[in-house]
């Protein structure tokens, strides 16, 4: 039997002591959906090659004092100026930037979710080559923030765990003018993401209905005694499709403006309840995936379904809002 490996610590102690320092300096930022950027959270270092060309200009003096060339104290102290005037620049170009993180939308778990951000610049000078991306990640979103004006980034990740869960901090840089120093800010957003269950990709069909216990509700007999109509006032949320456009017109050529949409508690003689404990032979997130997908699937036909979990029940109805309120309930389950 083969022993077992060594826990990371032991095979790379470097790479996790800076883990360690990296998420306890992290832990001590502040939290907040809006940032500026300041002298006090500006961080600035040479990059390799602006370590190169201080080696570069030390080489120069040196042969310079030794050679007595006066051209090469000129160039020596030239290019110095100029690695000096492009470290000023460049931390000019984060320092006073205002940043804000726009709410995110919710998304189902393995689909991307997007962060928008916001870039405000209130000096008269365009801002060039200001880069963000995730924490720990390689993508870098680039753009240029136009002076008296701002801009706007998207950041893409893809959440691997349902619930609700913190933003994931965010780097900020730049390399202008001259590349030679790098210049940085960290940024930890204090909004959460909801992040629904991932539905079943091939679910079975939606469970059989159950009777329906109250009163069949109101219904309206037509002029013509043949046909039924059941309607009832309009209800925010309601399909398109479910609005009686010829009663809606009839109603506003009299100088109303109430709208009615069809019953679909009478058109769907059943109840659908999706209930987690008839899933009791799956995992945990094998019955949140499937019901998941139930609830887009009885969304999309147009039907009034309800939900059971452990310890909540939300009543049959349809809509955004009801959808939106199911998939809340099955992702903080």
């Known amino acids: 039997m083969s022993p077992a490996p060594p826990p990371f610590s032991?095979?790379?102690?470097?790479?996790?002591?800076?883990?360690?320092?990296?998420?306890?300096?992290?832990a001590r930022l502040p939290l907040s959906d809006q940032l500026t950027l300041t002298q006090r959270n500006v961080y600035i270092l040479p990059t390799r090659p602006g370590l190169?060309?201080?080696?570069?200009?030390?080489?120069?003096?040196?042969a310079s004092v030794n050679y007595q060339l006066n051209l090469g104290y000129l160039l020596t102290f030239l290019l110095a100026g100029c690695a000096l005037a492009?470290?000023?620049?460049?931390?000019?170009?984060?320092?006073?930037l205002q940043l804000q993180l726009l709410p995110p939308a919710a998304q189902f778990c393995?689909?991307?979710?997007?962060?928008?951000?916001?870039?405000?610049?209130?000096r008269r000078a365009t801002r060039h080559g200001i880069g963000m991306s995730l924490a720990g990640q390689s993508d870098w979103a680039w753009v240029d923030v136009p002076g008296q004006s701002q801009s706007a980034l998207q950041l893409a990740f893809l959440p691997t765990t349902r619930g609700l869960q913190p933003a994931p901090v965010l780097n900020l840089e730049t390399r202008f003018p001259l590349g030679t120093f790098r210049v940085w800010a960290v940024w930890r957003p204090a909004a959460q993401l909801l992040v629904y269950p991932q539905p079943e990709a091939n679910p079975p069909s939606l469970p059989p209905g159950e009777p329906r216990s109250g009163p069949s509700g109101h219904t309206a007999h037509s002029g013509s005694g043949q046909d039924f109509d059941t309607v009832?006032?309009?209800?925010?949320?309601?399909?398109?499709?479910?609005?009686?456009?010829?009663k809606a017109a009839t109603a506003l050529a009299t100088g109303s403006e109430a709208l009615v949409?069809?019953?679909?508690?009478?058109?769907?003689?059943?109840?659908?309840?999706?209930?987690?404990?008839?899933?009791?032979?799956?995992?945990l997130e094998a019955q949140l995936s499937r019901l998941c997908a139930w609830v887009l699937m009885a969304e999309q036909q147009g039907?009034?379904?309800?939900?059971?979990?452990?310890?909540?029940?939300?009543?049959?109805?349809q809509g955004e809002?009801?959808?939106?309120?199911?998939?809340?309930?099955?992702?903080?389950?």
């Open 232 to 246: 009832r006032a309009y209800r925010r949320g309601d399909r398109l499709k479910q609005v009686v456009w010829k």
């Open 52 to 62: 190169m060309l201080c080696a570069t200009l030390l080489v120069l003096l040196v």
């Open 321 to 333: 809002s009801h959808q939106q309120r199911c998939l809340e309930a099955l992702a903080l389950c």
């Open 110 to 122: 393995g689909t991307p979710l997007h962060l928008d951000v916001q870039l405000h610049n209130s």
């Open 10 to 26: 032991l095979r790379h102690p470097l790479r996790w002591w800076r883990e360690r320092v990296r998420r306890w300096w992290q």
């Open 303 to 317: 039907l009034d379904y309800g939900l059971r979990l452990h310890g909540q029940e939300i009543a049959c109805d």
């Open 261 to 283: 949409s069809r019953d679909s508690e009478h058109q769907q003689p059943a109840e659908l309840w999706l209930d987690q404990r008839a899933l009791g032979g799956l995992p």
């Open 86 to 96: 492009g470290m000023h620049i460049g931390h000019a170009t984060l320092r006073g």
